[in-house]
Every structure is written in structure tokens, then in C-alpha cells.
């Protein structure tokens, strides 16, 4: 069993920024990748955002770019997402997906639960 933790959403103002982290734990032995995807109101499907694998490369869709950063917060299965500059846009749900090879030796990706991020003045 594999549990996501999203926190560190909330109300922020335009051009402001806001810091989410992703916490992976249970039956994990490794990290392939960890994304991060949103869900604004209104769409029925989540926009992949940006991605960080196990060797540190990273990976943002075009929308984000030079705004957010993904990054790893610390060694225990801990991802962040800095956003800067945000925009109303950027409302949305946003979730951690992690993508991992389990205890038992199957690889399987995860969901958090999410987290609402709020752009509005």
C-alpha cells in the first residue's frame, strides 16, 4: 500500500506564490517519477503540469514554464512545486501522481488526494 499526501494550497493573489508538497509513503523500494496534474473547474480531465524523476531531470508543460519549479524537498519521498507568478488561470486542483516500483516488486503509480490552489484578488 502506497499513500499521497498533497498539503500547501490555499487563496493566494495574482502574482503572488504558494509551495505544495507531495509525501510518498508505505510499500515504496523506489521513485520512477513524480507528477504533478490539475483539474480546473469546469474540465473533466487533469492537465499535466510538470514532472521530476528519479535522476533529478524535470520536465514542465509549456503553460508553467519559467513560473513553477519542481523539486525534491528532501529524502523521504518528498516533492515540492514552487509557484510564482501566479495567475488566475492556475486555479485549479492540484494532485500528485507518483509512479513506483513497490516493495513487492510491481510498478504502479499513485494518487494524492489533492489540493486546491486558488488564484483571485
Known amino acids: 500500500q502506497v499513500q499521497v499526501v498533497e498539503s500547501g494550497g490555499g487563496l493566494v493573489q495574482p502574482g503572488g506564490s504558494l509551495r505544495l508538497s507531495c509525501a510518498a509513503s508505505?510499500?515504496?523500494?523506489?521513485?520512477?517519477?513524480i507528477n504533478w496534474y490539475r483539474q480546473a473547474p469546469g474540465k473533466q480531465q487533469r492537465e499535466w503540469v510538470a514532472r521530476i524523476s528519479s535522476g533529478g531531470s524535470t520536465h514542465y508543460a509549456d503553460s508553467v514554464t519559467g513560473r513553477f519549479t519542481i523539486s525534491i524537498f528532501n529524502a523521504n519521498n518528498t516533492v515540492s512545486l514552487q509557484m510564482n507568478s501566479l495567475k488566475s488561470e492556475d486555479t485549479a486542483v492540484y494532485y500528485c501522481?507518483?509512479?513506483?516500483?513497490?516493495?513487492?516488486?510491481?510498478?504502479?503509480?499513485?494518487w494524492g488526494q489533492g489540493t486546491q490552489v486558488t488564484v483571485s484578488s
Open positions: 501522481n507518483t509512479d513506483v516500483l513497490t516493495k513487492q516488486h510491481s510498478r504502479a503509480d499513485y
Open positions: 508505505g510499500s515504496i523500494f523506489s521513485i520512477y517519477n
